[in-house]
């Protein structure tokens, strides 16, 4: 039975002691959410090893890994580097990596497999801009990202990747994706994934919402029978927001 997952993407912010404050937070929290929810939270690189022993209840991830094993990459941050920090999951594929950074399905593809050489549990993130919405292209623009970034992989490898939908045009403009359109996406990944891996293999497989997820709506997008959780932007950055989604199952 597939896991209920809601994982938080800090981004950019928090200095080092601001978020050990807000990691610390969020654990002691915790408690008050039920055992069936895996919680994560995703901070800045600095982050990671001081964070890191503040965690129980809690998960912890990475925002991104290189998609290189080691080398002449300055500044760069290797899947390897992360497995010896303690971290379990890495965000791949995130909507600002691929549109700030030019990060195409075929880098994504070698990070998500360094990231599973390394026993880490990559975070894949799809989804469409507005003008692909618009234009009716948001699904061929899923499947293309999903088959190429993800459907390389053994039956086996699949099976610990955790996949999040970012309709991008809902990330921080304050417009959110209905309920319906969430499910209806959900559950077209869904079918892709029976499609090549098998029906089993889909059912098994959580599909996060990472499209400005708040306490406010989590309850209605997590009824949806097809969205297992949230991939959570700014209310992250909250410890009592981040918990109330967590409480939203």
């Known amino acids: 039975m597939r896991k209920k997952i809601v994982a ?11 978020g050990i404050t807000l990691a610390q937070e969020v654990e002691k929290m915790a408690s008050g959410v039920s055992g069936e ?10 982050h990671l090893t001081e964070v890191k022993k503040l965690l129980g209840r809690v998960k912890l991830g990475a925002q991104n890994c290189a998609s290189e094993a ?16 303690g971290v379990q999951y890495v965000i791949i594929g995130h909507s600002e990596r ?13 990070k998500v497999r ?26 061929d623009v899923v499947r293309k990202q999903v088959e190429e970034g993800l459907f390389t992989l053994s039956s086996e490898e699949f099976s610990k990747v955790i996949i999040a939908y970012e309709p991008v045009w809902a990330i921080g403009t ?7 359109q969430a499910q209806e996406m959900h559950q077209y990944i869904r079918s892709l994934i029976a499609g090549k891996y098998g029906e089993t293999a889909a059912n098994n497989t959580s599909i996060l919402y990472g499209g400005s997820c708040k306490p406010s709506n989590a309850g209605e997008l997590f ?21 109330g989604i967590a409480k939203a199952f």
């Open 70 to 85: 080691s080398g002449a990459f300055t500044g760069e941050v290797s899947a390897a580097m992360l497995a010896s920090a």
């Open 114 to 139: 360094l990231a599973l050489e390394n026993n880490l549990h990559p975070i894949f993130c799809c989804g469409e801009v507005l003008s692909e919405r618009e234009k009716g292209a948001h699904f």
């Open 37 to 46: 929810v895996e919680l994560i939270i995703a901070p800045p690189f600095i």
């Open 8 to 18: 938080g993407n800090w981004k950019m912010n928090k200095n080092l002691q601001e």
């Open 174 to 180: 304050g417009v959110n994706a209905t309920p319906a």
């Open 98 to 110: 691929r549109s700030y950074y030019g990060e195409t399905n075929s880098i994504i593809n070698k």
């Open 223 to 243: 009824a949806n029978p097809d969205v297992d959780g949230g991939l959570i932007g700014g209310a992250s950055l909250k410890a009592d927001d981040f918990i």
